[in-house]
């Protein structure tokens, strides 16, 4: 009984696996130009938990393509402490985040704001339009002893 035991252990430390993140998120993105060739851009966020032991304290989202002006962030109790970073034409932004939810599915919201006007170029009586990537994360967490 003990071999199959200790056979059993080791088969079981060398089985990968595999775990789900943290969290889940969504990004609604709206796009709104004039007549010039400006934007307005509203990202709505949606950080979802998938545990009850964590909750996210910081947001990060580069924007690649796109110079970003007049950057504004705020959640359902007013603005939220931003950080931004220029660097090769990529502006990384760091949210703060104060208000998020704690428990399993919970859904933590934000929304970004911002306005471009790199994102539109007139060639002749055409517009041409380049939307940005972006790459989003969750860097920082926190546990919460329950």
Known sequence: MIVFLIIFLFFQSIIPSY?????TT?????????????????????????????????YNLSLSGSQAADIQAFDSNGNIPLDIIEN???????????????GKNQITQLTLRYSSDSLAKK????????????????????????
């Open 19 to 23: 775990g789900i993140n943290e969290f």
């Open 26 to 58: 969504n990004q609604e993105i709206t796009y709104q130009f004039d007549s010039q060739g400006n934007a307005q851009v509203e990202h709505k966020i949606s950080i979802i938990n998938n545990f009850s032991q964590f909750y996210p304290t910081e």
């Open 88 to 102: 090769n034409g990529e502006t990384k932004l760091s949210l703060k985040l104060t208000n998020s939810k704690t």
């Open 123 to 146: 060639r002749g009586k055409t517009w041409e339009i380049s939307l940005p990537q972006f790459q989003d994360s969750l860097n920082s967490v926190t546990n919460i002893n329950l």
